[in-house]
Every structure is written in structure tokens, then in C-alpha cells.
């Protein structure tokens, strides 16, 4: 199963096109990492890693944490169908494979991380940083209390990830492109071609006379099925999300103050300090550093003398809660700028610190707010409302209400569509506007009269509909639709006649006369375009001309459609330019950088398999079948 999916992302064409799908998987193992997950055996397994079992039980959690993380991340659920079409079940289990194999490999090497690195890249984490955007404490301990961490076992998770990390590093590292693969690359992506042209358009096809009744007969009943009219609905909506209940729900002053005074640190920027440290072996030569300085002795000399520059001791400008170690914080906000404190035993070691600068705290008025606030507990009113209004709804359609009823007594905006086809149209072609439209046209195609449904789940609310009538599709005769019917007979026939004058344009310029001849003799302009290159499309180029003119060699003349529907252009390739790859541009280096990661990403990708070959892993089809399809059928792994 592995081995496909590595043989199907082995080049760079399998890498995008699966990076649409592994992009859901960012979230999957960036923060929590996996190790202590998987001690234990258990009877039924999904995988088996060496002497590491993944059981059924861990595998499904794991899987139903991703799926509800990919659904956020969509506004909608993700069904277990879709998940499998998707192959998210496989992408899953892979990383955790993989992740498993570099911890074995990682412990047997017996790498190690130091408290301090460790400490140091968790304060970087964008996962714990508060309003400020600086690390906070008190995020850092929420989060991973939530996921039910301790500090030490977070901490402990994290180096393992770390570790990982370096492993990684350190196999796909200095992997360097060849140069005939950065050249080509280069071309491909900037090379430039400019042609000269003629465009042909409707004025060139000439007068195209009325069809007599017997030609357009013939031509509708030809086409009789793309005339149809298709199928409409009437639908009652009743939508309950409380982003539009909001706009309705009056706050008073006194709650908006109430809940000013609640989140006031919201809306404060804390006190920053700009702060140096300077870190000692052991507390006596803290100590002594410190009365020196007493003495007289500035804090950059004591640096120097430690063999540390200002660039070393400068950390940087912090809040209290942005900084890791408490007791260096507590020391550090307690001074007056440009004091030093006493020794410090921090958290890495006994240490010395100056305040560089001291930025106050600001604070946001109770004006300034007064907007977001209300909007803020209106939204969160109508949140608390959904449920009791959603099972106030539902008790009544179980009695037998209609919907509109139903919502008309509770006060809810009713909405009646009188007709809306599968595309989202009205008759007479305007687009209708629904919450979360594809999936509830749908639905509501998918169901009959009078048939009660479910409300659709959409974003923090749900949407309730009613087929209240349905018309069917027909046939409509030639004299409903005769407008139509000429329209796109005319734009047919247009069609015809300009494809006939380029292809005989482009016989005379393969016989060797030249577009300028050509073009004065039917009185069209010739014109130039330069610069193009893949990808960019704009009139008159169309995609599919753009395609062409970088499968014509230079000097060879061609013809396809124009952007404007019907047209056409006939052309000839008069340059093709593959800029210089330069080695210090901005340009030279984003190739090179893109060629060496996927070279990089290869080399561990084999290295990980290898690992997996070495170590031995093993799949239970039918165990992983019952966690992705909800089943209960066991079976042995293969």
C-alpha cells in the first residue's frame, strides 16, 4: 500500500498531484508528534513497525482527530466515503509509518537534544503565541493541557519530534540539482516566444443569412436535448447560523461595559522589555560577576570577558509571559531600565540580566471595542441559541408542521425559492444565492414532496429545506425556444466559415507566401505579440492557443481558437528566448531551491523505506477496512 503511494509521488508531476490532497495533512503531525502513542500490543492491529503495533482502537482515534480537523478546515464534514476516495486513511497511516521508523532509528544512533535547544524552539512555536505575538505561558499551558499533556511529556514529545527533525535534516541534506535539470527546468518555466498574427472574428465570417424553416427544423431536432427545460423545484429554506441571527439580537451598554471589564487584557498590550542575558557555568562565577559589577564593572565588559559579543547576550524584546523561564522573567520585570539584577538561577543555568528598554503597557478604550464587542456576544447569543431553537424546530416538524410554520412562529426568516434548477437558476437564468448552495441542491434534488429531511450541518449552523413542489423536465417545442435555437445555429455557422478561412490561410502560408501577403489580400491586420509565456493567457490568447504556440518550432506557422468564442487566430513563431539562469538572481535561486527539496525529498524517502524494509512492516487490510468503513470485521495482518 506504502510502496504505491511512494512509486506515485517519486517524480515531480505524482508531487502535485498529490500535494493537493497531503496538503489537508499539515495539521496531522506538525505540533504533537506520535511516540508514547503506540507502547503496547494490542490483538488486533492496523500495522505493525518492528516491535511497534498500532492497534485498531489507536488507529481510529487518530483517524476521526484528522478527519474533524480536515472538516474545520473544509467548513463541512468530510463522510468516510469521501475520506477514502480522498485516501486520506493511507496518508495517515503513512506518516505515522514513517514518523514511527525515524524515532527507532533516532534511538538507536542514541541522538539527544539538550533542555535548552528544546526550550528554545517550543518559544518559537507559532502554536503558543498570544495576542502579542510573542510566546504566552498561559497559551502554551491551555493548549497542550487540552490535548492532554503535561509539561514534561509535551516537552519529551517535542525532542523526539525534534530529533526527527534532524534525522531528516541530516539524510536529505546538501542534495544539489544537476545542471541539465536546473537548465531545463529554467526553460520550462521562463521561456518566452512571440509570434505575429491574424485574428479572425465574426466580421470575417460575413453575412450569414436567416436558416429557412426546413434547415432550422432539421437542426432542432437534431439538438432537441440540449433545449430542454430543465428540472425546477420550489423550496422552502430556514436557515439557523448564528452569524446572520446576529445582526438581530440589540446588546445593552451595560453588557457591552460588563464584558469590557471581563476581557480587558484582550484589548492591553502588555509592558515589553528589551532585555540581555549573560549565562555562567556555575553560581560562583555568577556571583562574582555580580560584584563586580557592584563595583563599578559595566555588563558589556563582563560579557567580553565571557567571551560573548552583543549580539550573544541580547535577547530580544519580551512580554513577562513571552519569556520560557519564569524566574529570568520575575527578575527581569522587576527592575527599573537600565538595572541589572542579582544572579538568577534560571531555569538552564545561573544567569545575569539588564534591562536594555522599557516599552509601557497600552491599553484599547472601551470605544475603540465597542463595536467588535457587540458583535462578539450577539454572535455568541445566537450560538447559545441554535441548539434550544434547533430542537424546538425539530419537536415541531415531528408533529407534523410544516416548516414554514414552523420558523414563522419562532420568529425565523422564512425564504420561499419558486423555482431553482441544478445549477442554482431560475427560470429565467439569474443565479440564486443559498447557505452552502451545491451541497443543499443536492440534497433537495434528492428527495420528493413532503419527504422531511435532516438540516444540513453547515459551518455552526444548520439549514432546513422543504421540497414543496418539483417540475418536471421537458421537451420544449421550437416555437418556445426558437430565439435559442437561431442564436446558437448562427454562432455555429460562424464557427464553420472561420475555421474554413484559417485552415485555407494556413495553406497559403505553409506554401510560402507570406502572412503579410495573405492578410492585405483579405484586408486583416497583422500584429505581434511578445513575452508570452506558459500559462499566461489573455485575449486574444486562449489556453489552448498558448499550448500551441509552444508546441510550434520557430518560423513554423499554426491556428487555434482565440479566447473570444469562435474566433481564430493563425500564427507564426517568430522568437523563442530562454533567459540566462543566472546564478545570483532572485529567479535562478527559487529554481534551484524548488529542484534541491524535491531531490531532497526523494533521498528520504528511500531512506525511510529502507528503514521500513530493515525494520519490517506489516498491514492488516481487513483492520484498517473497519476503522475507515465503520465495520467490525477482523482478519490477519498481510
Known amino acids: 500500500m506504502l510502496r504505491g503511494l511512494r512509486k506515485a509521488s517519486t517524480n515531480w508531476l505524482g508531487k502535485v498531484v498529490m500535494a493537493g490532497v497531503v496538503g489537508f495533512l499539515v495539521i496531522s503531525f506538525a505540533i504533537w508528534g506520535i511516540g508514547d502513542i503506540f507502547r503496547g500490543f494490542g490483538r488486533s492491529t492496523v500495522a505493525k513497525i518492528g516491535g511497534t503495533e498500532i492497534t485498531i482502537e489507536q488507529f481510529r482515534t487518530l483517524y476521526n482527530d484528522r478527519l474533524q ?125 512571440s509570434i505575429e498574427y491574424v485574428l479572425l472574428d465574426h466580421v470575417q465570417a460575413g453575412d450569414i443569412p436567416a436558416p429557412s424553416e426546413e434547415e432550422l427544423a432539421k437542426y432542432f431536432d437534431e439538438r432537441k436535448v440540449l433545449f430542454r427545460a430543465p428540472e425546477y423545484r420550489k423550496l422552502v429554506v430556514v436557515s439557523l447560523i448564528p452569524s446572520e441571527l446576529a445582526q438581530w439580537i440589540e446588546i445593552p451598554e451595560a453588557d457591552l461595559k460588563r464584558a469590557y471589564e471581563e476581557r480587558r487584557a484582550r484589548y492591553v498590550t502588555p509592558e515589553r522589555r528589551q532585555i540581555e542575558q549573560i549565562d555562567f557555568p556555575n553560581t560562583e562565577a555568577a556571583q562574582a560577576a555580580a560584584q563586580r559589577i557592584a563595583q563599578g564593572a559595566s555588563f558589556a565588559d563582563i560579557a567580553k570577558e565571557t567571551g560573548k559579543t552583543e549580539k550573544d547576550i541580547d535577547l530580544g524584546s519580551f512580554t513577562k509571559a513571552g519569556m520560557i523561564d519564569r524566574a529570568v522573567a520575575d527578575a527581569a520585570f522587576s527592575l527599573k531600565e537600565g538595572e541589572v539584577s542579582g544572579v538568577i538561577a534560571g531555569r538552564f543555568g545561573p544567569v545575569l540580566v539588564r534591562v536594555v528598554k522599557v516599552e509601557p503597557e497600552q491599553v484599547r478604550s472601551f470605544d475603540e471595542v465597542k463595536g467588535e464587542l ?64 451545491k451541497r443543499l441542491i443536492e440534497a433537495a434534488f434528492s428527495t420528493d414532496v413532503g419527504v422531511e429531511r435532516d438540516p444540513l450541518q453547515v459551518a455552526d ?12 423536465s421537458r421537451e420544449r417545442p421550437l416555437d418556445e425556444v426558437k430565439d435559442q435555437v437561431v442564436a446558437r445555429w448562427r454562432e455555429q455557422e460562424i464557427a464553420k466559415r472561420l475555421n474554413a478561412k484559417a485552415d485555407e490561410i494556413l495553406e497559403k502560408l505553409k506554401a510560402g507566401t507570406a502572412l503579410a501577403e495573405v492578410a492585405a489580400a483579405d484586408h486583416l491586420k497583422v500584429e505581434t505579440l511578445s513575452g508570452i509565456k506558459r500559462g499566461g ?54 529554481v534551484v531551491e524548488v529542484l534541491n527539496r524535491a531531490l531532497s525529498e526523494d533521498v528520504l524517502t528511500q531512506y525511510i523505506a529502507q528503514l521500513e524494509s530493515e525494520m519490517g512492516v506489516t498491514f492488516n487490510q481487513s483492520a484498517l477496512h473497519q476503522v475507515i468503513s465503520g465495520g467490525a470485521d477482523t482478519g490477519d495482518a498481510d
Open 69 to 193: 480537523q480536515y472538516s474545520r478546515q473544509l467548513g463541512r464534514p468530510i463522510s468516510m466515503d469521501q475520506a477514502r476516495a480522498l485516501g486520506l486513511d493511507r496518508l495517515v497511516l503513512g506518516q505515522i509509518v514513517s514518523e514511527i521508523v525515524l524515532d527507532e532509528r533516532a534511538r538507536k544512533l542514541g541522538l539527544n537534544l539538550s533542555d535548552a535547544e528544546v526550550a528554545k524552539l517550543i518559544a518559537a512555536d507559532p502554536a503558543f503565541r498570544g495576542p502579542t505575538g510573542q510566546f504566552d505561558r498561559f497559551t502554551f499551558e491551555q493548549t497542550i493541557r487540552n490535548a492532554g499533556y503535561t509539561e514534561a511529556r509535551y516537552v519529551a514529545e517535542q525532542r523526539r519530534r525534534m530529533l526527527r527533525r534532524e534525522l531528516a535534516g541530516t539524510i536529505a541534506s546538501g542534495m544539489e540539482a544537476p545542471k541539465a535539470l536546473i537548465e531545463a527546468a529554467n526553460r520550462y518555466q521562463n521561456e518566452q516566444r
Open 374 to 437: 457587540k458583535r462578539e456576544l450577539a454572535t455568541a447569543r445566537a450560538k447559545a441559541d441554535v441548539h434550544d431553537t434547533y430542537d424546538k424546530i425539530e419537536d415541531a416538524r415531528a408533529e407534523g408542521k410544516p416548516l414554514a410554520e414552523v420558523a414563522e412562529s419562532l420568529k425565523l426568516p422564512v425564504r420561499t425559492i419558486e423555482a431553482i434548477d441544478r445549477s442554482g437558476r431560475d427560470p429565467a437564468g439569474t443565479p440564486i444565492g443559498l447557505p452552502d448552495q
Open 461 to 472: 449552523g444548520y439549514v432546513w429545506y422543504d421540497v414543496v413542489a418539483i417540475t418536471p
Open 537 to 590: 493567457v489573455s485575449p486574444p490568447l486562449s489556453a489552448a492557443v498558448v499550448e500551441t504556440i509552444f508546441r510550434t518550432p520557430k518560423d513554423a506557422n499554426a491556428r487555434g481558437d482565440a479566447a473570444q468564442g469562435g474566433d481564430q487566430l493563425v500564427f507564426r513563431v517568430t522568437d523563442i528566448v530562454v533567459p540566462p539562469l543566472e546564478a545570483e538572481s532572485d529567479n535562478s535561486k527559487r
